[in-house]
């Protein structure tokens, strides 16, 4: 299902890069993709986090934890549902420019929504080309600058809601054909739904293009993320959740859990056209990212990262015909590098202890790929691609006396093919059908420490393969929309977390399996809109394996990952420039654990909103407000997976309401 979401309406219009590096139609993309338009001004949400946006996606999860020290949770078919922190097993660009490492970590977090103008999502066989991301390919898209005839643009916002949420935004734009910028600074604040929850943070974003010609576009991009403050109020057991959802467990305060975060990023895009048949893109970036953990332990319960990275690549595309039909091709590489110097101290009531940990950490990637689409008859349509990656750890470990050092290096190599058909059955109706091989590699997070708590990395994770097919249609008729997928994906040396004296392990398990059904209807009517969006997943282990606390059967669903997920949004025009939506969002339960011995409630939640656009002197403005639960339904909005103290559940906000002001002029 794809929206454009402009006053909140949803229409037909899309276009998208993310299946084949060149703009095509999303109907015709040859795989299961989604297109979110966003327009920020009209957009009844205070636009802080992906989830506001994303939700009702078929085929994804992604859930606001309620805790910013901790990141949103993003999974796609099953695969990312481990993750405790971060996003795993899903790659993240924001303009062309990697939000995932070279390891395949990701932040959410870090993309300024005021500024986003679109959000796509790649996922199944097709997202094996973009490298180390089983699941699939979450890409953002920032709106370029107005061009005005003189005077700038300006914009400003003001949101406040519960929890003592702030949001602020200010930006300005504007310039000419030939060179054009815009700057967007946001800040937002919360005391948080739960206990020794609060946060704070500010997003600067700024871009610049720059046409020195008409077959050369140049876009500069500045990113500076700074939050001082997030506190961790760590997971409930089920019987706390039941309590008292707001909750906080003492040890949460006894060691003054919290994260702060500094990234300060750059880069540069570039788009030439060679000639009528050729393009080349590239791109070069550089960033720093410092994090500061306080971890709800002693030894080594402080994780200080002071991180440097950097990445260019480059692909050509080539257009011509063969039997008189189009035929495209791309080739390119990729290179990555990410550098840190890791800290552990002990942790003295939220302070920093003594030293256990100093070493030097690196990962870098190198890839190469490539990719034809080719129309071979009037109706057909094929996709092949590959790509050829080669992932290096090394660690240096600075701490422990020469002859005991755990230094150490690890390499990973992979090459994924993928092959897809698509059938233009009509004007209206596409049918397509892909198959493909990734793989996804441990982080550098995930093999920092060993399951046996002796000392130095754990290199001998290996990385979880996948083979991953899928089925399906795209039809749009009329005012109606429909897209149905099929898919099974079937992984090796599946990366699964443990625990050791309550800090996060991992482990290889032999065999998962995830399959299921994807679905989703948008239609228009006259003054209103609808869209529905269902995913049934069936993950389990498809073989035996056994960890600290036994054996887990084979047949055992993976945790994190509900059986059911349905979202519907009704929205419907309430008289002149005004706007009403209701939107529903149901999850069956959710294991907890490997072992299946507990499990989140199902739950469905209810959420409206309001709209109002009107011109007060001369200024354009937008009233809008949301109340979200409107039932103040009691539940669990993610889990943490194999939580060692039992300690799985993360609540849920209760009823919520936020209002909001936006000018533009």
């Given at each position: 299902m794809a929206?454009?979401?402009e006053?909140?309406?949803?229409t037909?219009?899309?276009i ?13 993309a040859p795989?299961a ?5 966003v327009?920020?001004f009209?957009t009844?949400s205070?636009?802080?986090n992906?989830?506001?946006?994303m ?7 992604i ?5 910013f020290a ?5 999974s796609?078919?099953?695969f990312?549902?481990?993750s ?6 899903v790659r993240?660009?924001?303009d ?5 490492m070279?390891?395949g970590?990701g932040?959410?977090a870090t993309?300024n929504l005021?500024?986003v103008?679109?959000?796509e999502?790649l996922?199944?066989p097709l997202?094996?080309l ?5 699941g699939g ?12 005839s003189g005077k700038p643009e ?12 702030r949001h602020?935004?200010?930006g300005?734009?504007g310039?000419s ?11 937002y604040s919360t005391d ?5 929850s ?19 576009t140049l ?6 993320f ?5 506190q961790d109020p760590?997971?409930?057991?089920h019987?706390?959740?039941a309590?008292?959802p707001?909750?906080?467990i003492?040890?949460?305060?006894a060691?003054?859990?919290r994260?702060?975060i500094?990234?300060q990023q750059?880069?540069?895009v570039?788009d ?15 960033g720093?990212?410092k994090v500061?953990?306080k ?5 080594n ?13 480059a692909s050509?595309t ?7 039909l189009?035929?495209?091709w ?5 290179a ?5 110097t890791?800290k552990?101290?002990?942790n003295i009531?939220g ?6 940990r100093n070493?030097d950490d ?7 790929f490539g990719?034809v689409?080719?129309t071979?008859a009037?109706d057909w349509q094929?996709i092949?691609?590959v790509r ?5 750890f090394?660690?240096d470990?600075h701490?422990?006396p020469a002859?005991t ?5 690890v390499e990973?190599r ?5 092959v897809?058909l698509?059938w ?5 109706l ?6 493909g091989t990734?793989?996804e590699t441990p ?5 920092a420490?060993?399951p ?12 979880s393969k996948?083979?991953?097919?899928e089925?399906?249609?795209k039809?749009?008729?009329g005012?109606?929309?429909?897209d ?9 040396d599946e ?5 050791s004296?309550g800090?996060?392990?991992?482990q290889?398990a032999?065999r998962?399996r ?5 679905a989703s ?5 006259a003054g ?6 269902y ?6 282990f498809?073989?035996p394996?056994?960890n600290?606390l036994?054996?887990?059967?084979a047949?055992n669903?993976l945790p994190g990952?509900?059986r059911?997920?349905l979202?519907?949004?009704v929205e419907?025009?309430l008289g ?13 339960k959710t294991s907890v654990?490997d072992?299946n011995?507990?499990a989140a409630?199902?739950?469905a ?6 709209g109002k656009e009107f011109t007060f002197d ?5 009233l809008y407000g949301?109340?979200?639960n409107l039932?103040?339904?009691n539940y669990a ?9 039992g300690?799985y559940?993360e609540p849920?906000a209760g009823?919520?309401?936020f209002?909001?002001?936006?000018t533009l002029f």
């Amino acid at each position: 299902m794809a929206q454009a979401q402009e006053g909140g309406s949803t229409t037909l219009k899309e276009i998208v890069i993310s299946a084949s590096r060149a703009e095509q139609r999303r109907f015709d993309a040859p795989g299961a993709i989604d297109s979110v338009e966003v327009d920020p001004f009209h957009t009844a949400s205070p636009l802080v986090n992906l989830s506001e946006l994303m939700s009702g996606v078929a085929g994804l999860q992604i859930r606001d934890r309620q805790n910013f020290a901790q990141d949103l949770q993003v999974s796609v078919r099953g695969f990312g549902t481990r993750s405790t922190f971060g996003v795993r097993g899903v790659r993240i660009l924001v303009d062309g420019i990697p939000a995932t490492m070279p390891d395949g970590q990701g932040q959410a977090a870090t993309a300024n929504l005021t500024s986003v103008k679109r959000i796509e999502l790649l996922r199944g066989p097709l997202a094996q080309l973009y490298g180390n991301a089983a699941g699939g390919v979450l890409q953002l898209f920032t709106k370029d600058p107005p061009v005005t005839s003189g005077k700038p643009e300006y914009g400003l916002s003001a949101g406040f809601g519960s929890n003592k949420q702030r949001h602020f935004d200010g930006g300005i734009g504007g310039g000419s054909e030939t060179l054009s910028g815009l700057l967007d600074v946001s800040r937002y604040s919360t005391d948080g739904f739960r206990d020794h929850s609060a946060a704070r943070r500010e997003q600067l974003n700024t871009k610049v293009v720059a046409k020195p010609s008409s077959d050369t576009t140049l876009t500069g991009i500045v990113n500076l993320f700074d939050q001082p403050l997030a506190q961790d109020p760590l997971g409930l057991t089920h019987a706390q959740f039941a309590q008292n959802p707001r909750q906080v467990i003492p040890a949460a305060n006894a060691f003054n859990t919290r994260k702060t975060i500094e990234q300060q990023q750059a880069g540069v895009v570039v788009d030439h056209r060679l000639s009528a048949a050729d393009t080349l893109n590239a791109r070069l970036y550089g960033g720093a990212r410092k994090v500061d953990q306080k971890l709800a332990l002693l030894t080594n319960g402080v994780v200080n990262l002071d991180r440097n990275y950097a990445g260019l690549g480059a692909s050509w595309t080539h257009t011509t015909r063969v039997n008189a039909l189009p035929l495209r091709w791309t080739v390119g590489m990729e290179a990555d590098q990410l550098k840190e110097t890791r800290k552990g101290y002990d942790n003295i009531g939220g302070n920093s202890g003594a030293l256990r940990r100093n070493e030097d950490d690196s990962a870098s990637n190198r890839d190469l790929f490539g990719q034809v689409d080719w129309t071979f008859a009037p109706d057909w349509q094929a996709i092949a691609g590959v790509r050829a990656t080669t992932v290096r750890f090394k660690v240096d470990d600075h701490f422990n006396p020469a002859a005991t050092r755990t230094s150490g290096n690890v390499e990973y190599r992979n090459t994924s093919p993928v092959v897809g058909l698509v059938w233009h059955a009509a004007e209206t109706l596409n049918v397509y059908a892909n198959l493909g091989t990734g793989f996804e590699t441990p982080t550098l997070a995930e093999s920092a420490y060993r399951p046996d708590g002796a000392a130095g990395p754990n290199f001998a994770l290996k990385p979880s393969k996948s083979t991953q097919s899928e089925i399906g249609i795209k039809s749009h008729s009329g005012r109606h929309t429909v897209d149905a997928a099929l898919f099974d994906a079937r992984s090796r040396d599946e990366i699964v977390s443990q625990t050791s004296g309550g800090r996060a392990t991992f482990q290889n398990a032999d065999r998962t399996r995830r399959r299921g059904v994807e679905a989703s209807w948008s239609a228009n009517w006259a003054g209103a809109s609808t869209r529905i969006g269902y995913t049934l997943l069936d993950a389990r282990f498809d073989a035996p394996y056994t960890n600290a606390l036994g054996t887990v059967p084979a047949g055992n669903r993976l945790p994190g990952a509900p059986r059911h997920s349905l979202s519907a949004e009704v929205e419907t025009s309430l008289g002149d420039s005004m706007k009403g939506g209701l939107e529903m969002r149901v999850e069956s339960k959710t294991s907890v654990n490997d072992r299946n011995s507990d499990a989140a409630p199902g739950y469905a939640v209810f959420n409206a909103r309001l709209g109002k656009e009107f011109t007060f002197d001369g200024v354009k403005m937008v009233l809008y407000g949301r109340l979200d639960n409107l039932l103040a339904r009691n539940y669990a909005g993610s889990v943490i997976v194999n939580d060692a103290n039992g300690r799985y559940f993360e609540p849920a906000a209760g009823r919520r309401l936020f209002v909001g002001v936006r000018t533009l002029f």
